[in-house]
């Protein structure tokens, strides 16, 4: 998918519809499950299930629609990302301090029982492969450098240049840098099992 494509499907997603709102998660779901498998560690993932944080991630994003101020693709998997960066950091957060109130622990179905149905098969879709496990598992064993450049690039889509002011190095240092995780990525995806 072009991102014009993805530019005329966000449109149609914020006039309501579900359709296009479900092919962009379905264009997004993957890569935002392995993103959020990255982020998470072993040890929160060992409590909580990463499609667990992306359903409460896609949630959020499907009711805050209209707060988005972006106009792509790019910008929407950037929007994204960070929602979902922030689901992460409330687990962590959660668990280290060992609590739990069993009172404000709220089913996500307490809602709007159609929005939630509608996040879950878009969820379903997303996401049912093996292969975002696999990508997360892959991008976690690369180096942090390596990791930062595909999760930039890749995942949020951000231009060279803008990955070059993030990482603090030149755009052509940045496209040799990608060049080499994706071969790093290549490898250890084929050891993965």
């Not at 805050?64 to 922030?86: C, H, K, P, V, Y």
């Not at 060279?160 to 994706?182: H, I, P, T």
Request: charged content about 35%; aromatic content about 4%.
């Amino acid at each position: 998918m072009t991102r014009e494509e993805s530019t005329v499907l966000l449109r149609e997603a914020r006039q309501g519809s579900r359709e296009a709102l479900g092919e962009l998660y379905s264009r997004y779901g993957a890569r935002l499950l392995a993103f959020i498998r990255m982020r998470m560690g072993r040890d929160l993932r060992a409590r909580v299930e990463s499609r667990d944080i992306l359903q409460a991630a896609l949630l959020k994003s499907f009711q805050r629609l209209s707060q988005f101020e972006g106009g792509d693709g790019a910008t929407l998997m950037g929007w994204l990302i960070r929602i979902a960066e922030n689901e992460v950091r409330d687990q962590v957060d959660f668990h280290h301090r060992r609590r739990r109130d069993v009172k404000a622990a709220v089913p996500i179905d307490a809602g709007d029982v159609e929005i939630a149905a509608h996040v879950r098969s878009a969820l379903s879709a997303a996401v049912v492969s093996e292969e975002a496990e696999r990508l997360g598992a892959a991008l976690e064993a690369l180096d942090a450098d390596h990791r930062e450049v595909i999760v930039l690039r890749k995942l949020e889509e951000l231009s060279f240049k803008e990955v070059s002011a993030r990482m603090g190095r030149s755009e052509d240092a940045c496209r040799m840098l990608l060049a080499r995780a994706m071969a790093a990525l290549t490898l250890r995806l084929k050891s993965v099992p």
